[in-house]
């Protein structure tokens, strides 16, 4: 199995993906050209995602000596049998295909029994649906991009076509079918964020609460999580906040969310962004002031700080990055010491589902019109008209509710 390994770099405060060989060399051109120029619209994050997918992809062809570029160049595209064990290898984890089937396995003489302990074997090894599809489905995406790469569609032979058709159909048809089978978790009915949690983590947070975790860059830490809670806004969109972001005049109450692609200004390898499209954020103006505060005190003595315009630093110079902007795994271990300090596992997303809950409440305690509320959740969210995130918080709302009701019914029927 080749050492072949996915790598980042930055060029020109550019950040690129691809896939490298043990030399740190790019394995192949049509690799680099697919994850950098065909997947360029997409964030960060998801472009790692899919080069992870496509890595687990080239290993496992190359494994079985089938070079994809030359064989889509050539015409020759996959065989059945070949998709076939493709389909059952991304079945399993990538330990169990490096190491193979054992064999000693086949020293056991009874055929049946044979059978089942390779089946047991290949059924504890394997991997999550999620995982499943999207093997397959960058499988087919790669595939279909490369095929397109040599083969212009005005003068393809019939026979090709059809081979080419057939293989994509079968790929399609199985994803189609891992989707329609897969198995769904039940969630618990109850709060993201039980209340008296949440209630600890506002107290805790505050810069002068002895129960702070934080030794240092107490302030900043404290705006970090009282965005997010009140605002509902993702990581991501909070790491790119710049001063001219925030209105710190006037109100002081609005902050600029929005999508801000490939930002030249920003250094960070690992850019952040906002998934969702461009909307206000509401704080308070208590929030704003300290906001302000943080900018003007604290953020305007590391040097680093003058050279851009977020407001998030790095307060820590272990690496050499005191007043670069604040990066997203730096903000993922805030929330790391908090979850430790509060004896309750705490992701900076949970914010946002916690967001929806209270916004839920308030909503029925004003009486808002339910279609209201849900277009007011949609613009407070950055999400579309004709998005449907907001069912995901609305199923939760409703398994809450029928809990309430189901327990209101329980303790009549144990009155009876």
């Not at 060399?25 to 994850?35: A, F, G, K, M, Q």
């Not at 089938?66 to 050539?74: C, G």
């Not at 860059?217 to 790491?239: D, E, H, P, Q, W």
Request: proline share 3%; glycine share 6%.
């Amino acid at each position: 199995m080749s050492k072949m390994k996915v790598k980042r770099y930055s060029f020109n405060f550019i950040p690129f993906i691809t896939i490298v060989d043990e030399m740190d060399l790019p394995v192949d051109p049509y690799v680099s050209c697919y994850i950098n120029g065909h997947l360029s619209g997409k964030s960060t994050n998801t472009k790692l995602r899919y080069a992870n997918e496509l890595l687990f992809v080239l290993r496992f062809f190359q494994g079985c000596g089938v070079d994809l570029t030359a064989r889509f160049a050539s015409g020759e595209l996959i065989g059945t049998k070949e998709y076939i064990d493709f389909y059952d290898g991304c079945c399993l984890d990538m330990v169990s295909i490096s190491k193979g089937p054992r064999n000693d396995f086949f020293n056991v003489t009874d055929k049946l029994l044979r059978n089942l302990l390779v089946a047991n074997q290949r059924g504890v090894a394997k991997v999550s649906s999620e995982t499943l599809q999207g093997r397959i489905r960058r499988f087919r995406h790669y595939a279909e991009w490369l095929f397109g790469q040599f083969h212009d569609v005005g003068v393809r032979d019939n026979e090709l076509n059809a081979r080419y058709k057939k293989l994509v159909s079968k790929v399609k048809l199985d994803k189609e079918g891992l989707c329609r089978n897969r198995s769904h978790s039940v969630e618990n009915a109850g709060s993201v964020i039980p209340d008296d949690v949440f209630s600890r983590l506002l107290n805790m947070i505050k810069p002068s609460s002895p129960d702070n975790p934080f030794k240092a860059s107490k302030l900043r830490n404290y705006l970090i999580v009282s965005l997010l809670a009140r605002t509902g806004m993702r990581r991501g969109a909070l790491a790119k906040l710049k001063i001219s972001d925030a209105q710190m005049w006037g109100t002081y109450d609005q902050i600029s969310v929005y999508r801000s692609g490939n930002d030249l200004t920003d250094p960070r390898t690992d850019k952040p962004n906002q998934k969702t499209k461009a909307h206000l954020a509401t704080i308070s103006p208590v929030l704003m002031k300290h906001i302000q505060h943080y900018v003007e005190s604290v953020r305007l003595v590391f040097p680093k700080a003058h050279l851009h315009e977020f407001i998030f630093v790095s307060e820590n110079d272990s690496k050499g990055t005191m007043g670069e902007p604040l990066s997203l795994k730096s903000i993922n271990s805030i929330f790391r010491k908090l979850s430790s300090a509060l004896g309750f596992y705490l992701h900076p997303h949970m914010l946002r589902h916690k967001w929806n809950e209270i916004f839920d409440e308030e909503g029925n305690r004003q009486g808002i019109n339910s279609a209201r509320l849900e277009d007011l959740r949609k613009y407070a969210m950055g999400w579309s008209q004709n998005s449907t995130m907001n069912q995901k918080y609305n199923e939760k709302q409703l398994a809450m509710k029928t809990r309430e009701l189901l327990e209101a019914h329980q303790k009549k029927m144990d009155q009876r």
